[in-house]
Nanobody
Framework: QVRVVESGGGLVQPGGSLRLSCATS????????LFWHRQAPGQRREVVAI????????NYADSVKGRFTISRDNTKNMGYLDMNDLRPEDTGVYYC?????????WGQGTQVTVSA
């Protein structure tokens, strides 16, 4: 049974930090590319960060470069998104996504709200 569960969201003030975690099971996590997406209210979902299966290739959306860091622990089947210097425009639901060939797994999302 495939499970993808995000955690770590919450309410944070501008300039604050959060660490999102993505716990997975039921598939071979080390083979999968790791994506973090977000969807702001009334907007389309966008890719925030991508990491290759081995962790050597990483890409970020321009809006989060220098502030967010994607990482993974293939021994624990976990993905992470460290978010620093958070801004109100970072508010949204954040989703963890694992992709390999034709397999595409998603979590239910975790809400991040950046507000004073």
């Amino acid at each position: 049974q495939v499970r993808v569960v995000e955690s770590g969201g919450g309410l944070v003030q501008p300039g604050g930090s959060l660490r999102l975690s993505c716990a997975t099971s039921g598939f071979s996590f080390p083979q999968y590319r790791l994506f973090w997406h977000r969807q702001a209210p009334g907007q389309r979902r966008e890719v925030v960060a991508i990491m290759s299966s081995g962790g050597s290739n990483i890409n970020y959306a321009d809006s989060v470069k220098g502030r967010f860091t994607i990482s993974r622990d293939n021994t624990k089947n976990m993905g992470y998104l460290d978010m620093n210097d958070l801004r109100p425009e970072d508010t949204g639901v954040y989703y963890c996504n694992l992709y390999y060939i034709t397999n595409d797994y998603w979590g239910q999302g975790t809400q991040v709200t950046v507000s004073a």
